[in-house]
């Protein structure tokens, strides 16, 4: 079991950078893959970013590859997905996942059996 808590959204302009952070609680974090997700009013919830266990592999969408950045510190138990040249159409509910199926890093929704409450990103134009 573990337990994810969202933090660092806000409100910022087109081309600016947000860095988002994903605390987890439980014994098991450090074996999980973990990953990013947003959610657009109306819109499905899909796949931002992911990186392995060890941090050695990770996975972007193409919308986000070249300007976004996940990382994850495992001594400190969190996730931080580093957002530069922010645009409007990223305006979105960012939840971070935990992935606990030890197999590869996982880019859709029901491979990640945890998730956080989320946090609101907004970009103005």
């Known amino acids: 079991q573990v337990e994810l808590v969202e933090s660092g959204g806000g409100l910022v302009q087109a081309g600016g950078s947000l860095r988002l952070s994903c605390a987890a609680s439980?014994?098991?974090?450090?074996?999980?893959?973990m990953g990013w997700f947003r959610q657009a009013p109306g819109k499905e919830r899909e796949f931002v970013a992911a990186?392995?266990?060890?941090?050695?592999?990770?996975r972007y969408a193409d919308s986000v590859k070249g300007r976004f950045t996940i990382s994850r510190d495992n001594a400190k138990n969190t996730v931080y997905l580093q957002m530069n040249s922010l645009k409007p159409e990223d305006t979105a509910v960012y939840y971070c996942?935990?992935?606990?199926?030890?197999?590869?890093?996982?880019?859709?929704?029901?491979?990640?059996?945890?998730w956080g409450q989320g946090t609101q990103v907004t970009v103005s134009s």
């Open positions: 439980g014994r098991s974090y450090s074996s999980y893959h």
């Open positions: 990186i392995s266990w060890s941090g050695g592999s990770t």
């Open positions: 996942a935990a992935d606990a199926r030890r197999l590869g890093v996982g880019v859709r929704r029901y491979e990640y059996a945890y």
